[in-house]
């Protein structure tokens, strides 16, 4: 591990964290091959589980998906130390999935219990959970689950025109909440999309993992079309005067390295992922916190987040196995 993806490393650790924060960025250092803060962070994960599953939960979040985010290193923890309380704290997580979450009536699994906007219903449909939910249902055993939902959310979102993914939808005013081609929302697709992938592979689901590789190369191939020359994109795809971030860049390049390396993605994507990492190694300040990406608490406007430093960690983890 270089000496800067460890600044950003300790950067990360170092933010404030809602439940799909802590998620991504548990999975992120587990990915990297840091087990041993990746299941610190599990425990913390488990401690604030709530009754019903959600795993990381701070105060009275009122989130669905995103505390699933966490499900796959708790999971991972119990498989390491053979610790009890991590399998059970994960199968409480998978149950409320399957037999308490608030669903559409297609069954596909809302991103809140609650809507923040007036005039909508609770029954929305968000990017951000291709990523959340599907990759820990299929670890646990419920693949077909998985890509369900995963094919739902597409159905829901997916822009015929570009086969790029819009934000949010609502499911009970049969409305968008969000319509917008949101670049991190894509970047959240691919990295669910390809956990879920991999998880086929290791499954001998062949047919599954084919049919995922299909769904993951039209998203990145519809995203590469709004590529600028410095490797990133706008914040919202096809709005040329939104600002210009690099979350979304450094997931889409995550995706890029996993796919060479797992080979279900050919060796020519390289020099897309290529960019945006020479690129983002010149927003990392002098402590480790990434700049100019789409910024938290909002993600309204251009500034930093956990998630950014969380995908750079997975980019260059997944770059470091190609090399080797």
């Not at 989130?63 to 399998?87: F, H, I, M, S």
């Not at 600028?228 to 450094?250: C, I, K, T």
């Amino acid at each position: 591990m270089s000496e800067k993806v460890k600044l950003v490393k300790n950067a990360m650790l170092a933010v404030q964290r809602y439940p799909w924060e802590q998620g991504v960025c548990a999975q992120a250092l587990w990915e990297a091959g840091d087990e041993a803060t990746a299941i610190a962070m599990a425990h913390d994960a488990v401690l604030r589980q709530k009754e019903d599953g959600r795993l990381a939960v701070i105060s009275d979040n009122i989130a669905v998906t995103d505390p699933a985010a966490n499900g796959e290193v708790v999971y991972r923890a119990y498989q390491r130390t053979g610790e009890t309380k991590y399998l059970e704290s994960a199968q409480k997580m998978l149950h409320y999935l399957m037999e308490k979450a608030p669903r559409t009536d297609k069954g596909i699994l809302c991103h809140n219990e609650i809507s923040f906007v007036e005039g909508y219903s609770q029954d929305q449909i968000w990017v951000d959970s291709v990523y959340m939910a599907p990759p820990f249902l299929a670890v646990m055993g419920e693949l077909n689950e998985a890509v369900r939902q995963i094919e739902g959310y597409l159905a829901y979102l997916r822009e015929e025109k570009t086969g790029l993914l819009y934000h949010i939808y609502d499911a009970g005013t049969g409305r968008f909440v969000r319509k917008k081609l949101w670049a991190t929302g894509n970047g959240w697709a691919l990295l669910g999309i390809a956990r879920v992938l991999d998880t086929a592979l290791e499954q001998k689901e062949t047919a599954v993992a084919e049919k995922l590789v299909i769904y993951g190369r039209d998203i990145l191939d519809a995203m590469l079309a709004y590529q600028l020359q410095d490797g990133r994109f706008h914040d919202f795809l096809d709005e040329e005067d939104s600002f210009v971030e690099g979350a979304a860049a450094m997931m889409m390049a995550t995706f890029i390295y996993r796919g060479v390396y797992g080979r279900w993605l050919p060796d020519e994507y390289l020099i897309k992922a290529d960019l945006v990492r020479e690129t983002m190694g010149q927003y990392i300040d002098e402590f480790g916190i990434i700049h100019e990406v789409c910024g938290c608490p909002d993600f309204n406007t251009v500034g930093t987040s956990a998630e950014s430093m969380a995908a750079y960690l997975m980019m260059h983890g997944w770059y470091e196995n190609i090399k080797r």
